[in-house]
């Protein structure tokens, strides 16, 4: 059975709870996996991402100007009233504008981008929650090999993207990704993942694949193609059906 190394005191440690996550690696009952985290995506044929930044900048630039001028009113209401005018620096320095674009950009990146609207013009589908999949392996024939099932789970953001697939036998997450805004067909999500079979699975490999799906315009079902390499050599579909929130 081929599975990651790990250096065994970290190991030993890890399990106890010690082991720098540095190492890239959780242990689980019954499993060793690599530890991925979200990542970039590329969205193609949507409103372009350095474009929004500057639109941010502008709105930014904007309301710490209004913010300020408001300010000045009340330190000039102040000093009517006889009262000492007395503003932190620290509090000058939140209503920058370099303060209020990284509020800005994080509200939209972990909020606003799910919004109808705004989503909508920034053409980026929330993908995120849990799939129900139903896999088919086919063999080279074009007949089905066996059938398998597993969940889907995708965690999203305006900018970055995971998806993990679970099964009984493996785990996969991806590497990287792209949304493709496809007027014809639908929104497209192509990535390549990592698989990592679970202790117990000798026949089993860790290996890479790739994978493309196509959503329904409601985004509540997917089917797709995927296959495989670098360790196992298999292709086949899946169908995805977003699970009930």
């Excluded at 059938?147 to 995708?154: L, M």
């Excluded at 590497?175 to 000798?202: S, T």
């Excluded at 495989?228 to 292709?235: D, S």
Aim: contains cysteine; aromatic residues 10%; negative net charge.
């Amino acid at each position: 059975m081929s599975t990651p190394s790990l250096d065994q005191s970290c190991f030993d440690r890890k399990r106890d709870g010690d082991c720098d996550e540095g190492h890239g690696y959780s242990i689980q009952p019954g499993t060793v996996r690599v530890v991925i985290h979200d990542h970039e995506y590329a969205l193609l044929g949507g409103i372009n991402r350095a474009k929004v930044g500057r639109y941010l900048s502008v709105a930014a630039a904007a309301i710490s100007a209004l913010v300020m001028l408001c300010v000045l009113a009340l330190w000039d209401v102040a000093k009517a009233l006889g009262l000492p005018p007395n503003i932190p620096p620290a509090v000058l320095s939140l209503i920058g504008a370099g303060s209020i674009f990284t509020v800005l950009y994080w509200f939209l990146d972990r909020h606003a981008w799910k919004w109808a609207p705004v989503g909508g013009w920034l053409k980026a589908p929330d993908l995120s929650g849990e799939w129900d999949c139903q896999g088919t392996t086919l063999a080279p024939d074009g007949s089905v090999a066996f059938e398998w099932s597993g969940t889907i789970k995708i965690v999203q953001s305006w900018d970055k993207i995971r998806v993990r697939l679970t099964t009984s036998t493996s785990g996969s997450n991806s590497l990287a990704a792209a949304l493709v805004c496809d007027e014809a067909d639908g929104f497209r999500l192509l990535y390549n993942y990592r698989n990592d079979p679970r202790v117990g699975e000798p026949e089993l490999q860790t290996h890479r694949g790739f994978a493309e799906l196509v959503f329904s315009p409601d985004r509540s079902t997917a089917e797709g193609e995927y296959f495989n390499g670098h360790g196992r050599f298999t292709f086949g579909t899946m169908k995805l059906v977003k699970g009930v929130a």
